[in-house]
Structures are given as structure tokens and as C-alpha cells.
């Protein structure tokens, strides 16, 4: 993945949680393009529009939470309807360890961070894929 | 009922009201973002106590324990640990659809929510 005009695209239905993601991506990615969905119909729709190389995806979310966006994705790439997969990095506030290690052995799941977000290790999974 | 087992403000007093370098840390010491977002959650804290109690009379679970998981994730995530803590209890209340419970929790959510409110005025946000 290459540092300029990369696209990232944020579902959380929290606006308070999408503008410090944001916020912290735009300074890491200067000219990265950012798109936002309040949940996961949302991000579905922004996805097949704004194809982004890039999401960070919460699992909690009224109307559609975040199983449905990965279980889309995933039937998308076995039916090869998508071409390329996305690096999907979930960032959620689920305590129980069962359900995080579910989410992380998922076909579609780069990586699980725990919310309250530290910032720096998102940082660090993104620098090792940006170049 | 014994009321003597559910939980009081004093159980979640530990925890601070808002950790200001805390919020700080999550905006990257920019106080202008600071300023932006605790506006933003402030206004979510006022909305989401009013769909609660919405959601209380019609005993929707399923939205209750949404809306506490989403509180619970914005309260943490601004340093507002005692309030996020409070969300959780009624998070896991909403799980196990514990009427009582969760109502008794709501009453300390709200008043956890006022010394929020509060804390903030006293520190000009």
C-alpha cells in the first residue's frame, strides 16, 4: 500500500469515537481520503463506492453491527466478486476474550485493538503496511 | 427485593470522574480537538439518556445493551472512567435482562452523568 492517496474508511456509530479516528489518521496520512459510516449498511454501501484499502470497523452498531460488514466481505471474496481484500482492523469495546480471539480468527480480520483505542498501536500496524 | 445487594454511586467512586490527561492523551494534547469532541459527548450522553429511557419502558434488550456498550466505549475512550463503568454494569444488567438492576443502574448513570456535566463547567468545557 502506497502513503499517498490512500483511502480509509471508519464505521462507528459513535461521532464522538469517528472524529478522533479521523483526526489521527489525517495527521499520520496527509493526503489520505477518509469516508464515514455510522454502521455497517453505511459502510457496505461507502465500500463498493469508495473501494478503501483501508477500514476500521467497530462490531457494536444499531441496524447492522460489524459481523454482517466482515460476513459480506468474506462471501464476497469466495464468490470472487471481490477482486482484493481490504485490511480490515476491528476496534471495539467487547471485554470477553472468547469473542475477541472469534472476531480475530476471522478470514477477513487483520488485526482486533480494543477500545479506548491506543493510538500508537494502530500506528504501528499501519506504518508496517504503509509504505 | 433486597436492595441491599445492588450497587451504589460509592462502588463506582474509584474510578475518577473525568481523567483530563487522560482525554487529553486520546486527542494528541490538542486542546482545540478536545474542546470539539467533549461537545460532541456531551450532547451523545444527553441523547442516549433520553433513548434509554425510552427503551426502558419498552424493555427493548436488544437497544439497551447497544446503547450502554456504545456509552460505555465513548466514556472510556474520553477519560470519563466512572461513567463508562456504570455503562458496563448496565451493559452486562441489559445481557441477562435484569429489570430492576438495570433501573437502579440508570438512576446512578444519570447521576454520574450530572457530576460529568459538572466536573466540566468547573473546568470551563
Redo the contacts between chains.
Sequence with gaps: MKKNNIRFLIVEDDEMIRIIHKDFLEELFPNCKIFEAENAAQGICLYFECRPHLILLDMMMPLMGGETFLEILEEGHRTKILKEMPKVVVVTAIKDVKELMAIGKRFAVEAVISKPLVQSQLKALLEDWIS | MDTSKLPRMIDFSNAPVLDMKKALY???N?QE?LE??IL??KK?LLEKKETIATELVNENWE?L??IS??L???S???GAQRLGDIA?AMEKASASKDLPLFNHLFTILQNGIDQVFNYLAENGL
Design positions: 486520546r486527542v494528541h490538542k480537538l470539539k469532541v460532541v459527548f451523545n437497544s445493551k447497544l456498550h456504545s460505555k466505549g465513548s472510556w475512550t474520553i458496563y
